[in-house]
């Protein structure tokens, strides 16, 4: 999706005015600033800018969680020149995008390879569950707006998948699980147009 290169009314204390940064993300996403609600970027204020960018902006999910780390990085920028944010506001925003993004991709993922294979079974024929651990600074909640994300992924027990309903599609756990974390690596951290979601190892 094009984002209209308008020049918006600074509304940003001088310091973050006069970065090219925030200058760049005024002109680029203008016409996507209000999905964002007021205020410092808590979950459901997440949450709800990202299906406005969905549905009423029509981005798939990689393009709205990187224009949604956009807004999110010019939100935290003016609470912290504008308001002097304390730092756990910033850290608490740029930490909680950073799980509705990996949340979101891993969902979508699965969806997507459960459609192709089936979902992942243990012993007993139940769906395996998979974790994802978020080590460091994410694990801390303490993420600053640069920062990486390392990752461990569990999941539970090895099998196979359920298949389709004609029997094919059939591949091991193992397969399936890294088949999720690289496509939500590439939903949540490559970069694009838009930029990257999050750097991760």
């Known amino acids: 999706m094009q984002i209209a290169d308008q020049t918006p009314t600074p509304t940003a204390s001088p310091a973050a005015a006069h970065s090219r940064f925030w200058q760049r993300l005024h ?16 979950r459901a204020a997440i949450e709800q800018a990202l299906q406005q960018l969905q549905t009423e902006h029509r981005m798939e999910l990689s393009a709205a969680l990187r224009v949604l780390r956009q807004l999110v990085m010019e939100r935290l920028m003016t609470l912290d020149c504008a308001q002097q944010a304390d730092l756990s506001v910033i850290t608490s925003g740029v930490t909680t995008l ?38 460091g600074k994410l694990g801390a909640r303490e993420l600053n707006v640069s920062s990486d994300i390392d990752l461990i992924y569990v999941y539970e ?10 029997g094919r599609g059939k591949i091991s756990n193992h397969e399936y699980f890294g088949k ?22």
């Open 27 to 42: 002109r680029r996403y203008t016409d996507v600033m209000g999905a964002l609600p007021p205020g410092p970027p808590d």
């Open 98 to 135: 950073a799980e509705l993004a990996l949340d979101r991709a891993c969902l979508q993922a699965r969806q997507e390879l459960d459609a192709r294979y089936g979902p992942p079974l243990g012993p007993e024929g139940l769906p395996v569950p998979l974790w994802i651990i978020g080590m």
């Open 157 to 166: 027990h090895e099998g196979e998948t359920q298949g389709l309903p004609d």
């Open 180 to 201: 999720t974390v690289r496509a939500s690596y590439t939903l949540s951290g490559d970069p694009t147009e838009h930029g990257f979601g999050f750097r991760g190892d």
